[in-house]
T-cell receptor
Framework: DAGITQSPRHKVTETGTPVTLRCHQT?????MYWYRQDPGHGLRLIHY???????DKGEVSDGYSVSRSKTEDFLLTLESATSSQTSVYFC?????????????FGPGTRLTVT | SQQGEEDPQALSIQEGENATMNCSYK?????LQWYRQNSGRGLVHLIL?????REKHSGRLRVTLDTSKKSSSLLITASRAADTASYFC?????????????FGTGTLLAVQP
């Protein structure tokens, strides 16, 4: 998986609790992305980062925040988890500055909010 | 909103047959990419075709792009059981420096041995 890990791989949490998912890369790519995948919706972009401390919203950012304090780590936080955030979350990386226009994906985190 | 829409949503073929999947999109693009996802795994990049290209090959994969019709097709020749997966198109509209992709909803391909 191109030097990308996600943790945890599976998590069950209760409604209203905060949850943080971690994406770690060893490729030194500049761009990192968080997606969620739900049946019938494909992948939808939550947030992305174009450098350390540089982040922006995607199409489904409500209820999520991100942080990137180091090139290799991109954290996704669900501030107060809701059942609608039950999903599979994928992290991806790319670096067009290096001519890498395709994205490389991590293995995913399956999150269940009860 | 989804940029790409794949067609068909599901496809079942016999091993050795060819599989064709189509993707339509709505706005102008810089490039279009195809990805494969095996059940329970992350997406894997297959092939990228730029907006000024009409056809591209990679092994048993052939991708075409028609920017006038805003559509692309992915052909897998001589399919194998191991090709069973979901296939997604993704469009890169370019502009800025964010390298964002917009994914379609995917085609589920089942190759029967």
């Amino acid at each position: 998986d191109a030097g990308i890990t996600q943790s945890p791989r599976h998590k069950v949490t209760e409604t209203g609790t905060p949850v943080t998912l971690r994406c770690h890369q060893t490729e030194n790519h500049r761009y990192m992305y968080w997606y969620r995948q739900d049946p019938g919706h494909g992948l939808r972009l939550i947030h992305y980062s174009y450098g350390v401390k540089d982040t922006d919203k995607g199409e489904v950012s409500d209820g999520y925040s991100v942080s990137r304090s180091k090139t290799e780590d991109f954290l996704l936080t669900l501030e107060s988890a809701t059942s609608s955030q039950t999903s599979v979350y994928f992290c991806a990386i790319s670096d067009r500055d290096l001519g890498v226009y395709e994205q490389y994906f991590g293995p995913g985190t399956r999150l269940t909010v009860t | 909103s989804q940029q790409g829409e794949e067609d068909p949503q599901a496809l079942s073929i016999q091993e050795g047959e060819n599989a064709t999947m189509n993707c339509s999109y709505k706005t102008s693009i810089n490039n279009l990419q195809w990805y494969r996802q095996n059940s329970g795994r992350g997406l894997v990049h297959l092939i990228l075709i730029r907006s000024n290209e009409r056809e591209k090959h990679s092994g048993r994969l052939r991708v075409t792009l028609d920017t006038s019709k805003k559509s692309s097709s992915l052909l897998i020749t001589a399919s194998r059981a191991a090709d069973t997966a979901s296939y997604f198109c993704a469009t890169d509209r370019g502009g800025g420096a964010t390298n964002k992709l917009i994914f379609g909803t995917g085609t589920l391909l089942a190759v029967q041995p």
